[in-house]
T-cell receptor
Framework: GNSVTQMEGPVTLSEEAFLTINCTYT??????LFWYVQYPGEGLQLLLK?????DKGSNKGFEATYRKETTSFHLEKGSVQVSDSAVYFC???????????FGTGTSLTVIP | GAGVSQSPSNKVTEKGKDVELRCDPI?????LYWYRQRLGQGLEFLIY????????KSGLPSDRFSAERTGESVSTLTIQRTQQEDSAVYLC?????????????FGPGTRLTVL
């Protein structure tokens, strides 16, 4: 079956710290992988995506690399800011069908 | 163009009443999804539509929940005889149907409070 396992939160970091949020997946075939972000009081929005193995998605200083050998799609940022405080969701879409599978979300708080 | 819209943005109702939540997807998006997000929790999949049909209703929590879609456009999620545990934000998303790289676009959600 298809599923996403995400690092438990909450995560609290100081400004300019390095961020990693782990995400691993189980899927048949070759899914596309996504990170969504939900800022306080707002809806979910796409942060980045990768559609095939070894692809790197990047946006707003965040990066994630599609690793098929480890079935992972870890989110990283070299220097977080207070404005990055949000909940981050890892998701996959199998290469057949229209269903999406989301992780449980990881809450990040960045303190000045 | 316009994004996914949902109405109402907030709904307060009394236990036992029925509620209808509406979603207008992005034009041309044939796949439409409903999720529930309880306070501080992740996304709980409810149902998705491909066109006007629902291939997967496995996430509907009980027979009090139903959803329909017409004209490959607007969708309505109906909760009958609401209970306090139904209080949550109900999120709608839409997507182009074909192509695994197509992401979901989310609406702002409807916050439902059952007193």
């Amino acid at each position: 079956g298809n599923s996403v396992t995400q690092m438990e939160g909450p995560v609290t970091l100081s400004e300019e710290a390095f961020l990693t949020i782990n995400c691993t997946y189980t899927a048949t075939g070759y899914p596309s992988l996504f990170w969504y972000v939900q800022y306080p009081g707002e809806g979910l929005q796409l942060l980045l995506k990768a559609t095939k193995a070894d692809d790197k998605g990047s946006n707003k200083g965040f990066e994630a690399t599609y690793r098929k050998e480890t079935t992972s799609f870890h989110l990283e940022k070299g220097s977080v800011q207070v404005s990055d405080s949000a909940v981050y969701f890892c998701a996959l879409r199998p290469n057949t069908g229209n269903q999406f599978y989301f992780g449980t979300g990881t809450s990040l708080t960045v303190i000045p | 163009g316009a994004g996914v819209s949902q109405s109402p943005s907030n709904k307060v109702t009394e236990k036992g009443k029925d509620v209808e939540l509406r979603c207008d997807p992005i034009s041309g998006h044939t796949a439409l999804y409903w999720y529930r997000q309880r306070l501080g929790q992740g996304l709980e999949f409810l149902i998705y539509f491909q066109g006007n049909s629902a291939p997967d209703k496995s996430g509907l929590p009980s027979d009090r929940f139903s959803a329909e879609r017409t004209g490959e456009s607007v969708s309505t999620l109906t909760i009958q005889r609401t209970q306090q545990e139904d209080s949550a934000v109900y999120l709608c998303a839409s997507s182009l149907a074909w192509g695994p790289s197509n992401e979901q676009f989310f609406g702002p959600g409807t916050r439902l409070t059952v007193l």
